[in-house]
């Protein structure tokens, strides 16, 4: 079932790569193609954050990915909760600002990054962490 974890965030960040891409080619790209891209990324990901066998970091990524597939896809609600189940998973005091420094400036969350829910999980609780 480790392996389920690994191929579920390789086969997730493809389809979440080509998404990006989509995103940013001035082509004409139906906006329906775009929106199964991310959502096919997400459930990718979704099978690799609850494999019972991967590691707490495998876990993390995918709940951070997830995190970006609804980023792009304007969806800050799943956006904001997945930010919160990935920033959950990381024990580190200092590996959990280092990912939430890293998700304030992530450009897949600028459709967002501004709604209210995510500002919320990415403010460390008052006192840190």
């Known amino acids: 079932e480790g392996c389920v974890s690994t191929v579920g965030n390789a086969a997730g960040e493809l389809l979440l790569g080509l998404a990006r891409r989509k995103l940013q080619s001035p082509r004409d790209v139906s906006q329906a193609s775009i929106a199964d891209l991310l959502q096919r990324a997400a459930n990718a990901f979704q099978t690799a954050a609850v494999c ?3 590691d707490a970091e495998d876990k993390a990524t995918a709940w951070y990915n997830i995190a970006c ?5 304007g969806r800050a609600e799943p956006t904001a909760k997945a ?6 998973l ?5 590996g959990r600002l280092k990912w939430m420094a890293e998700a304030a ?7 967002v990054r501004l709604d209210a829910q995510v500002q919320e999980a990415l403010k460390a609780p008052r006192g840190g962490y």
Do not use: E, R, T, V
């Open 90 to 94: 990381i024990k580190s005091p200092k």
């Open 105 to 111: 400036k992530d450009s897949d969350l600028n459709s």
């Open 83 to 88: 930010l919160q189940m990935c920033f959950g």
């Open 69 to 73: 597939a609804a980023g792009l896809a």
């Open 52 to 54: 019972q066998n991967s």
